[in-house]
């Protein structure tokens, strides 16, 4: 009779234990991704008929809107150049000796409705958000699930936020090819001399923050160190 007993008091607390709902904790209920949001502008510029003189108007535009940030190192900048191969190219590389004097490489990209003896240039732009860390919103009672904590894998996150010196690096790789000589050279003599210098600010938000530069002086924005 206690053999009995004993049996269906057991068989009913696995029963009951059964149905008795049981509460995981997923990483979807604290996300920890970063966010990217990206802002695309466009600039056109003037050629001289047939040539690829670009005139010194178009040229103080371009210079301008480098030194007042609003084209940066940490930038993919695009420029689709008409006319034939070799003038589109004499074009982009043009555009490209004004703005690599501020650490600025562009990149050629063709493209069939540009106006003839004009330039289009592309400025993409991305801003990093960080995810909201540090996390402890998940329960530090007994996990039977065995789930990481909810703050797990927020400072690699974070870090990778904060570190990358072209937020642009994170939305996509750079298109292939060699590396232009002239930022790469200045940012290794500006790490031997010692001379490497941070941006004068930043937020939350790791974004090179722009500064007023000289256009005979390399730019010192993340990116093109």
Known sequence: MNANLSFSALALALFVG???PVTTYTSAEAPKHLRLDTATSQLDLRFARGSAY????DAAVLRQLAA???VSAGDRVTVAAAGPPYLAEQRVAAVSSVLLHYGIV?????????PPDRAIVVIHRTLVTLPPCPNWSKPSA???????????GCATQTNLGMMVANPSDLASGLPAGTAAGQPAAAAVNRYLNDKVRLPTSNTAL???TATSANPDTPSTAPGSQ
Request: proline share 12%.
């Open 106 to 114: 562009v990149a050629a990209e063709p493209l069939g409705d540009t």
């Open 68 to 70: 007042s940030g609003r």
């Open 142 to 152: 007994s996990d039977f699930a065995n789930q990481p904590s909810s703050n797990f």
């Open 54 to 57: 670009l005139p010194s108007t």
């Open 206 to 208: 790791p974004v090179a």
């Open 18 to 20: 059964a149905c008795a």
